[in-house]
């Protein structure tokens, strides 16, 4: 029932209602803040009103309220009756709840003492006075009755004194700062309720204080509603009130004080006024802390409702944007930064969204809670009368609030998910393209010799630039002699750092170097290399004619770390069920080259891959999944091609445990062609090849396979006008 406290306060005064009346606007208020709120106004403009002609009709006609109503001010902090000479323009102040408060016109003249009201008896109210409602702003003229005109609200009296009943047993300090404890005392002069710890901290049984009598909690609530408010006494002259304040020494003074001289030459002000001024100016200031309060509340409930889907998308997706950026973190360091800056403001922007609309929606949800708690205990009363006085207006407010929760108001204004996605492929692309103009010729190439072999007939070459070189370089030439002293002609151009000449001369030896160019020409040479070939061999007429003959085993230096290697790199296996990638340890780039590869198990109908793939092929799925590999994968029944991930010529015939693969690379037609148990499987596989291309396979553990290498090209094929170089790469 928290929640319906605020339907029970009085808009005016801030506290519980005391002695409610209900108003024609159908908003109620006390009886003692509708008298401290009421404005004289001129006998000459006082309207003609039926309603002071004692008719027959009703007191107030709540269809004519707007005719009644002389002025609304709802979005002005001012209220004036113009023309009013008796009532000057005053600034309205604000009610602890926060609703504009008109303030009483200028004090009148006192009456003739024979006019006086008798003691315990109520003031009688000025003729034409008018009254404003404190919430909607409404004004109207008082009848002869004045303010017994007006119905009293008995209902919501009596659903306050049980609200009280029920919050009896749990008055709290009003002074705590955190949990407020509960409260031993009530200071009646100070009207406020201390725990023991904040009385002997802020009221203190000595000075000034000593003086306030001090009741237990329960009595001072009742002292509160049935007591009138004491008037305070001069501490220096006892039998004088204090009705002034000064303005210089800041302290509320008596007449004896200012005829004393003590005061005589200080400004002074009616106390009266002086403290409606400081109230309002409290109130003003706690308004706007209230508001602080307010907020800091309602960020900690939206961090409690979000932290969990935040983090949890935050740290997701942080984590994918690292390891984006940790691919790019050479080129794109400070652009690492500035796309989590990115995220962060993404994430501030949904959590204000989010918070927005969480508080928005929690202050629509205790209002309504408070407007529900309030119509239920109102139906709880058995007074048909005054049920029927309120039903109406609280009718209407039932339908305007549900109506307020229209549609697209439980709808949330934001997902908790992260819509971004970094799409870094061809920016990391260009941002190794990307450098300065250069207008010098590349440094000479160093040979890595670490790299360099030979075997049998084929020389392999790998080169790099000088490390301090920043000049760009556009690509190399790799020149070898004829192996007998002969002069230099070129084998190779392009951008590749590494290069495999095939169908040399066996026992014979070779000179090599290299030279890189750019846009402004061509550097000087490496130094120069020389290679021995091997002693045994076919020699180079068959090399001509049957195209050339190379020997490789498979490399597990730049293996997938699952591949399994045995009988001195020729067989392999893996030791996973997914697809791993396992390459020759020779590259090729011209002449014609024959390879097979016998399958030595084949368990639960698995689909191995072969093919060629670039010296950058992904080790970890399947061979022809990216643009660096061409591959036929084949399982018991059919094969298919693949390149870039897309599958093409779907062939019958599958393999067993014992089957061959064969691989034909011809680069004098710059085509690949596989066979199966030495027929030809489908079409030419693929066409257009050129650069350096490893033998490369993919298999899981459900495969071995055995590799065999120099072998002749088959019977079927005829290969086209061959390379005295042989192949490069």
Not at 309 to 314: A, D, L, P, R, Y
Not at 674 to 681: G, S, V
């Amino acid at each position: 029932m928290d929640e319906m406290e605020e339907e029970l306060k009085c808009p005016v005064c801030g506290s519980f209602y005391r002695e409610p009346i209900i108003l024609p606007c159908s908003h109620n208020i006390c009886l003692a803040c509708a008298r401290n709120i009421l404005v004289q106004t001129p006998d000459a403009e006082s309207p003609q009103s039926s309603r002071a002609s004692g008719s027959a009709v009703s007191d107030y006609d709540y269809l004519d309220l707007d005719k009644m109503s002389l002025y609304s001010e709802a979005d002005s902090g001012y209220g004036s009756y113009g023309g009013f000479v008796s009532a000057p323009t005053t600034p309205c102040q604000k009610s602890p709840n926060g609703v504009r408060v008109f303030p009483p016109a200028v004090p009148q003249p006192p009456p003739p003492q024979h006019l006086l009201p008798q003691p315990g008896s109520l003031p009688p109210i000025p003729r034409n006075s008018c009254i404003t409602c404190p919430q909607c702003h409404r004004s109207l003229i008082l009848d002869d009755r004045g303010l017994r005109g007006f119905p009293k609200n008995r209902v919501l009296e009596g659903v306050v004194d049980r609200y009280q009943q029920s919050k009896a047993a749990a008055l709290k300090c009003q002074l705590c700062e955190k949990s407020p404890k509960e409260a031993t005392v009530m200071c009646e002069q100070c009207d406020v309720f201390y725990c023991d710890p904040c009385r002997m901290r802020c009221h203190p049984p000595r000075g000034p204080l000593a003086k306030h009598r001090l009741v237990p909690p329960a009595q001072g609530r009742i002292s509160r509603r049935t007591s009138p408010r004491k008037i305070s006494t001069c501490t220096e002259h006892e039998l004088e009130n204090l009705s002034m304040y000064c303005v210089q020494c800041k302290t509320p003074v008596c007449y004896q004080c200012l005829e004393e001289g003590k005061h005589g030459t200080h400004e002074v002000k009616a106390l009266g006024a002086m403290w409606k001024l400081h109230k309002g100016q409290l109130s003003q200031a706690l308004n706007g802390l209230s508001d602080r309060a307010t907020e800091a509340k309602d960020f900690l409930v939206q961090l409690r409702n979000m932290v969990q889907h935040i983090q949890e998308n935050g740290v997701e997706f942080e984590a994918c944007l690292v390891a984006q950026c940790d691919a790019l973190i050479d080129a794109l360091n400070r652009r690492k930064a500035q796309l989590l800056a990115r995220v962060n403001k993404e994430h501030e922007h949904k959590l204000k969204v989010v918070r927005d609309q969480i508080s928005h929606c929690t202050v629509k949800l205790r209002q309504t809670t408070g407007l529900m708690e309030y119509c239920l205990e109102v139906i709880k009363e058995n007074d048909p009368s005054g049920f029927l006085q309120i039903s109406d207006a609280l009718i209407r407010r039932v339908l305007m609030t549900e109506s307020q929760w229209g549609k697209g108001t439980l709808t949330p204004r934001m997902t908790s998910d992260f819509d971004l996605t970094l799409d870094s492929g061809p920016l990391l692309q260009t941002i190794h393209q990307l450098d300065f103009v250069q207008m010098k010729v590349p440094a000479a190439p160093m040979l890595q010799l670490e790299e360099c072999c030979t075997q049998n007939n084929s020389a392999t070459l790998s080169w790099k630039q000088p490390p301090l070189s920043t000049i760009v370089v556009d690509g190399y030439i790799l020149e070898l002699d004829d192996g007998n002293g002969g002069p230099f002609r070129e084998v190779y151009v392009g951008t590749e750092t590494i290069c495999t000449v095939d169908g040399l001369h066996f026992h014979s030896t070779y000179k090599s170097r290299v030279k890189a160019f750019n846009g402004s020409g061509a550097g000087q040479y490496s130094k120069t290399l020389i290679m021995q070939t091997s002693e045994t061999g076919l020699p180079p007429c068959d090399i001509q004619s049957l195209g050339s003959v190379a020997w490789f085993t498979f490399d597990p230096a730049s293996a997938h770390p699952d591949i399994m290697f045995s009988n001195d790199n020729l067989t392999v296996t893996c030791n996973s069920y997914d697809d791993r990638v396992v390459m020759g340890n020779s590259a090729f780039s011209r002449g014609v080259h024959y390879w097979e590869m016998t399958v030595d198990r084949y368990d639960n109908h698995p689909d191995p891959a072969f093919g060629i793939a670039r010296s950058d092929v992904l080790k970890d799925v399947m061979l022809g999944k990216d643009d660096k590999a061409w591959a036929m994968y084949v399982d018991n029944n059919r094969s298919w091609f693949m390149h870039n991930n897309s599958h093409t010529n779907r062939s019958d015939g599958g393999i067993t445990k014992g089957s061959t693969i064969g691989v034909l690379l011809d680069f004098t037609r710059s085509l690949l062609i596989f066979l199966i148990n030495d027929e030809q499987q489908g079409p030419v596989a693929f066409e257009g090849l050129e650069g350096a291309y490893y033998p490369a396979i993919s298999l899981n553990r459900n495969v071995q396979v055995t590799l065999h290498t120099g072998l002749p090209i088959p019977d079927f094929y005829t290969p086209g006008e061959a390379d005295p170089t042989g192949s490069v790469c």
